[in-house]
């Protein structure tokens, strides 16, 4: 692994801070007291290229790689997390596209992804029912003589109210069988679709999540993205991908925190320098750990679900201990639920959760360690 960027690398940073010290860090407080769904700032990310970091150029990507994403989602994550979330969600509906879609599929949905004619995208898993144990959704596709009638609830579902397009994973029956969990590419405006009121989220407002219920939603037959019956295999396939951009957004939160308790003097002090580098110290070590995920993916790697669990667990954890420890030693006008401290600190939990949460990382490494051996 090189530890030396690539001049591509570093372009894609400066891309990415540059647009967020003019646009989307001054914004972040009243845009977590409002919780408006960022429109504009999506817009402008997807016109910088990083809504598709890792999409070929022939789709309207960067095709930069995954080192270069990382990068860009830890800036954006730095100068607001719900920003962050949005684009990474956003990136890996994209990926899943470009990797598994037929040409027909590919070229019709993932320019509209990367151009921003589509603002956001979504990926339908987890249910009311079945959020760790995903292989559990009760949503079911079930074949008609002219394609397929969806049924079901789909929770928690990041952008849900402004995607241009939804990935819904759904058990599937064919002629009374059942060849396992299929993925579905679904039109947001089909009609039998519901979205439900936004959730009323401890941190990250400006990110939109919904319920959607889909009541005898009929689908073309080519609506299938990837082999019908593999589905599964393919959202965990993206959830590993997925878990880098969680690691690097929970990285941009602790430079977020560090970067703030700097400004008020804390480290100055020797009763909190020690503590001060230490939290130092964990971010950069989340920070290697999430690169090296990245890069393997990058490099084409078959297996780096130990690597992205590992990345996803340190740095979400390590971002939430950070956040909370420069709230304290800033003192307690940080914790004013206002003050940018305290929203890192609300803005943090959610990554202990969501892309599965630090209790499924260590089932995924445990389970890796087990098959593999250790490193
Ligand atoms: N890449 C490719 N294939 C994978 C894979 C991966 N990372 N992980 C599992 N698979 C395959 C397995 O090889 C297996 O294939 P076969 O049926 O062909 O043998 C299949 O998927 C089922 O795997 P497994 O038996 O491990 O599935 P489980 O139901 O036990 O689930 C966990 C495993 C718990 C890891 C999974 O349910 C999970 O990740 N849950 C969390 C979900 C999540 O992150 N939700 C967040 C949604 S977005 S906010």
């Known amino acids: 692994m090189n530890l030396q960027l690539t001049p591509t690398?570093?372009?894609?940073?400066?891309?990415?801070?540059?647009?967020c010290g003019e646009h989307i860090a001054p914004r972040a407080l009243l845009r977590d007291a409002s919780a408006e769904f960022p429109l504009d700032d999506l817009r402008r990310l997807a016109d910088a290229g990083l809504m598709g970091v890792n999409i070929a150029a022939e789709l309207g990507g960067l095709e930069a790689g995954v080192v270069a994403y990382s990068l860009a989602v830890q800036a954006v994550a730095k100068a607001d997390p719900a920003v962050a979330v949005t684009m990474a969600v956003n990136n890996m509906v994209g990926e899943v596209l470009a990797y598994f879609g037929t040409d027909a599929q590919k070229q019709e949905l993932v320019p509209k992804m990367t151009s921003g004619e589509f603002s956001s995208g979504s990926f339908c898993l987890s249910e009311p029912g079945s959020g760790s144990d995903a292989a559990g959704m009760l949503t079911r596709a079930t074949r008609t003589s002219e394609g397929w009638r969806i049924n079901g609830t789909k929770a928690w579902i990041t952008s849900g109210a402004y995607a241009g397009v939804f990935l819904v994973w759904a058990q599937t029956s064919v002629d009374g069988e059942d060849p396992g969990i299929s993925l579905f590419i679904v039109d947001p405006t089909l009609e039998g679709i519901s979205v439900g009121p936004p959730e009323e989220k401890m941190g990250q407002h400006a990110s939109n999540t919904v319920s959607l219920a889909f009541d005898d939603v009929l689908i073309p037959a080519d609506a299938v993205l990837g082999e019908l019956g593999k589905g599964f295999r393919i959202a965990m396939m993206a959830l590993d991908g997925g878990r880098i951009g969680i690691a690097s957004q929970s990285i941009g939160i602790a430079d977020a925190a560090l970067e703030l308790a700097t400004e008020a003097g804390?480290?100055?002090?020797?009763?909190?320098?020690?503590?001060?580098?230490?939290?130092?110290?964990?971010?950069?070590?989340a920070r290697q750990l999430t690169l090296r995920a990245a890069w393997l993916k990058e490099s084409?790697?078959?297996?780096?679900?130990?690597?992205?669990?590992?990345?996803?667990?340190?740095?979400?954890?390590?971002?939430?201990?950070?956040?909370?420890?420069?709230?304290?030693?800033?003192?307690?006008?940080?914790?004013?639920?206002?003050?940018?401290?305290?929203?890192?600190?609300?803005?943090?939990?959610?990554?202990?959760?969501?892309?599965?949460?630090?209790?499924?990382?260590?089932?995924?490494?445990?389970?890796?360690?087990?098959?593999?051996?250790?490193?």
């Open 9 to 19: 690398q570093r372009d894609v940073q400066a891309r990415a801070r540059e647009l």
């Open 266 to 285: 804390v480290g100055k002090h020797p009763q909190s320098a020690d503590a001060f580098e230490m939290m130092h110290a964990r971010v950069e070590a």
């Open 300 to 375: 084409g790697s078959s297996n780096f679900s130990r690597e992205a669990s590992m990345a996803k667990l340190m740095a979400s954890e390590v971002a939430n201990e950070v956040a909370r420890q420069c709230l304290a030693l800033v003192g307690p006008a940080a914790a004013a639920y206002d003050h940018p401290l305290a929203k890192l600190v609300r803005d943090a939990r959610v990554t202990r959760i969501y892309e599965g949460t630090s209790e499924i990382q260590r089932v995924v490494i445990a389970r890796d360690l087990i098959r593999n051996g250790a490193a």
